[in-house]
């Protein structure tokens, strides 16, 4: 009796997961493994404070021309999307990605942040067109939350006194679109997609617990993607 009782459960279970975890261009699931470009911008949008008797704030004080810019980086990405019918759906991504921050100007090549860890929690409400055909373009828009681990200063901010640094966790804006392309009747398909985002996190310099510089900077990374999809 228990041996049938195993038996019967198990083709219950499989009965309720088969249809469930079956490709289908048409499914509500569609999970994608991508390759991603960060584009970040990084300048300084506004110095919102700056303390002249500090070694670099007294230093920055003196120069002209001050500014920053982040390097580009590529990494892995996960998108998760679910399908409420052919129209609309909606997505989230996850991935991590590590910039370091440069100075521009009259600090042109100074290194400033290293080793920013950032992860860019997003969540995109997407509409499809259904062109009848494996080609199916979408956009979408949605919130963004740049979580940042780990920052530290660059050798010329330790040059000039910085010992500690901090970029803030900060909400932003997507906008999104790409073209999902159907390679047959299993699931299986390829995904193009850009996103831009709007995003201002600030960041604090320290000089033995004393701030020295706090700016607020246009991070704004483009983020362009391609990879492959399955929905089921």
Request: proline share 5%; charged share 20%; hydrophobic share 40%.
């Amino acid at each position: 009796m228990r041996k049938r009782t195993m038996l019967a459960a198990l083709a219950v279970a499989s009965a309720i997961t088969t249809p469930a975890l079956a490709g289908s261009p048409d499914g509500k699931w569609q999970v994608k493994v991508l390759g991603s470009a960060v584009l970040p911008d990084g300048g300084i949008a506004k110095i919102k404070s700056i303390d002249t008797d500090t070694t670099l704030g007294s230093t920055l004080a003196s120069l002209d021309s001050v500014g920053t810019k982040a390097n580009d980086n590529v990494v892995p990405t996960l998108a998760v999307e679910y399908f409420f019918n052919k129209t609309f759906s909606v997505e989230t991504i996850c991935c991590f990605t590590q910039h370091h921050v440069k100075g521009t100007g009259d600090v042109a090549g100074a290194g400033l942040v290293n080793h920013v860890l950032i992860l860019p929690a997003t969540v995109t409400a997407k509409a499809h067109l259904d062109t009848g055909t494996p080609f199916k373009p979408y956009v979408g828009a949605g919130p963004a939350w740049f979580f940042v681990f780990d920052e530290k200063p660059g050798e010329t901010a330790k040059a000039l006194g910085v010992d500690k640094v901090k970029m803030s966790n900060k909400v932003g804006f997507a906008l999104q679109g790409g073209v999902d392309i159907a390679i047959n009747d299993k699931g299986l398909g390829l995904s193009l997609d850009a996103k831009k985002y709007w995003v201002k996190p600030t960041a604090s310099f320290y000089d033995d617990g004393t701030l020295a510089l706090r700016t607020r900077h246009d991070l704004d990374p483009w983020v362009l993607s391609a990879g492959v999809s399955y929905r089921f």
